[in-house]
């Protein structure tokens, strides 16, 4: 089958690096799990224009739900043109009355352990109406399909380490997206970590962590970073704040590259955080 898989964006701000600084790593990371008889293309409404007239068999589109109304859209321009079309993401998982209305099959959860299985149905032709994935144990996962961005991100090298996250602050979908929180081997982060086939160095060289908590396992990350040394990357993730009370992690980021980090601070109230769940939180 030929199939695209469209990550849908709503521009949010007029002016500013959002446009095309760095891609979410969803759609290379299903194009990467197809498999291999499939011919699969990747499209980024953040930075590309949509074929309407595309000749895939099938059309897969994620979204999160500020980018809704942008997918079911999408969605109804290719339901017009009697293409299969298939929805995912957090705002399907929580929302599934609602984009079956749009979509002629739903997967909700993580894709990994139903990916295969939801494009042998659309072969067949018994595609079923929701495939409910399970939590990946993230063991074996190829590279994402770095091949398939366009030069126009600002930073390709996008991957994951772990997924979920331990915490569960009242707020967030993480703990009850992805729940349980696992780790994928070094080597195959570090495999990801050293891909250099982009053609400007600064995409080979800024590595993003799109891991909801990449600090938080210290054995694990501080095994990592060691690993990380040696390859002389900058990279950025995400973190909670409780790093800031560990000296040897900090040193470690500090030596393998780390240029930037996404942190939650929330509130400076107490009632707040507590409110919240957010007890890593001290201030
Ligand atoms: S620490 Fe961050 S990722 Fe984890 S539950 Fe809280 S907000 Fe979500």
């Known amino acids: 089958m030929k199939i695209d898989i469209i990550v849908a964006y709503i521009q949010r701000y007029e002016f500013g690096h959002e446009k095309d600084f760095v891609p979410p790593i969803t759609g290379i990371h299903l194009a990467a799990i197809t498999p291999q ?7 980024h409404q953040q930075v590309e224009a949509i ?45 599934e009355e609602e984009s079956l209305q749009y979509f002629d099959s739903i997967v909700t959860g993580e894709a990994e352990n139903v990916w295969e299985l939801l ?24 590279a994402p399909r770095y091949d398939l961005l366009p030069n126009k ?25 992805n729940p349980g929180f696992r780790l994928r081997p070094v080597e195959d982060v570090i495999r990801d970590a050293s891909y250099d086939d982009f053609p400007y160095w600064w995409q080979r060289k800024v590595v993003w962590f799109w891991d909801d908590n990449l ?8 095994s990592l970073l060691k690993e990380m040394i040696p390859l002389k990357k900058w990279w ?22 780390c240029i930037g980090v996404f942190l939650e601070i929330e509130s400076f109230w107490g009632s707040f955080l507590k409110d919240a769940n957010k007890r890593q939180n001290k201030i």
């Open 153 to 177: 991100y600002f930073i390709k090298k996008v991957l994951q380490a772990t997924r979920g996250c331990p915490f569960s602050c009242s707020f967030c979908t993480v703990p009850s997206l």
């Open 119 to 142: 494009l042998h149905d659309a072969e067949k032709g018994t595609l079923k109406n929701i495939y409910r994935g399970t939590p990946c144990d993230m063991k074996n996962l190829p």
């Open 236 to 257: 950025l993730t995400q973190a909670s704040m409780d790093i800031a009370q560990d000296a040897e992690l900090l040193d470690l980021m500090k030596k393998s590259g």
């Open 37 to 43: 008889k499939h011919e699969v293309k990747v499209i």
């Open 51 to 95: 074929d309407f007239d595309s000749d895939a068999d099938l059309i897969a589109i994620s979204f999160f739900s500020g980018f809704a109304n942008a997918a079911y859209h999408i969605a109804g321009e290719y339901k017009k043109k009697n293409k299969m079309v298939i929805g995912g993401g957090p705002h399907v998982t929580y929302n």
């Open 215 to 222: 600090t938080i396992r210290r054995p694990y990350i501080k």
